[in-house]
């Protein structure tokens, strides 16, 4: 007669339903992936290497996981490269790059998640010049890092956000705005100790500018000059601010965005993006963030 061996709390019994769950849903993952592997192939529109799981994002998990935050020195009030890492630190003991020392911007500080190159760069075009609204997901995990990496700023817990607007005609040939998509993703789950309210209306861009490539810094400062305007100051009087932009290439257009809210009233504007340029002196010209790209197949080739 075969032994019989019974568990007074189950634990066993459950162990191995678990396990047999388990391997059911490993089993039918793999059998769904490779089902959507062969009846919509598609390759990674970063590496082109081949999508075998199911996702809305046509990015593999290995260029996804090269995305990585800058970790080189950067001046803490603009983000900007600093020369090395022995830059001596300020008065206050802030170490400040040698165009902040100089100039005090309008902004309290400026924090991005990535370099503006490579798998980054070509998300964020995904993202604004195909369309590809999940992205937005994938950008927007990145800028609630930012987020919570800049919340000790804010004195008070209410903070006000506002997205970097898009001119009218430019909004109405994309259908979105890409910085408002962004942060509406980030902060689904915002840092303790805050309340973020999205304000997406509040500044407007009511002047269409011309590209600004190539143009020298006071000649980009001429050009977004006017360009933004507060429609709701009420709403800002008296506010902290958190601008939000996807890029930060030569600060120009949040600089102007940030002045704009300080005379309107904003009593503190910090600036939080996906990405940022880095060392554009060693690139040989600015890069607009504003202009519109080639598609995403020619921008990787520059």
């Not at 000059?225 to 120009?252: H, I, S």
């Amino acid at each position: 007669m075969g032994e019989v061996v019974f568990s007074s709390s189950g634990d066993l019994t459950r162990a191995k339903s678990a396990e047999r769950q388990s391997r059911v849903a490993t089993f039918l993952t793999t059998a769904a992936e490779g089902l959507f592997a062969t009846l919509f192939p598609s390759d990674c529109r970063l590496c082109g290497a081949p999508l075998i799981r199911i996702s809305r994002v046509p990015v593999c998990e290995q260029c996804l996981d090269q995305v990585r935050p800058i970790t080189q020195a950067v001046c803490e009030l603009c983000g900007g490269c600093l020369p090395g890492p022995y830059t001596l630190a300020g008065e206050d003991g802030s170490v400040r790059c040698g165009l902040c020392r100089r100039l005090e911007p309008p902004f309290e500080r400026v924090a991005a998640y990535g370099s503006y190159d490579s798998g980054l760069r070509e998300l964020i075009h995904l993202l604004k010049y195909e369309g590809m609204r999940p992205v937005a997901n994938v950008l927007g995990r990145m800028l609630g890092e930012v987020t919570a990496d800049v919340a000790p700023c804010f004195e008070g817990s209410n903070v006000l956000v506002v997205p970097v607007p898009l001119h009218s005609t430019k909004f109405r040939q994309r259908g979105f705005n890409q910085a408002e998509l962004i942060v509406r993703a980030a902060l689904k789950h915002p840092p303790q100790h805050h309340q973020f309210e999205i304000a997406g209306g509040v500044l407007q861009r009511w002047r269409f500018t011309e590209s600004q490539t190539g143009l020298s810094r006071h000649q980009r400062q001429a050009n977004i000059r006017g360009a933004f305007k507060v429609v709701d100051p009420e709403r800002v009087l008296g506010r902290e601010v958190l601008l939000v932009d996807d890029v930060f290439t030569t600060g120009t257009t949040v600089s102007e965005c940030a002045r704009i809210l300080r005379r309107a009233g904003a009593v503190r504007v910090v600036v939080a993006t996906v990405a940022r340029v880095l060392k554009l002196e060693a690139a040989g010209a600015f890069v607009d963030e504003d202009a519109e790209r080639e598609p995403l197949a020619m921008a990787a080739r520059v």
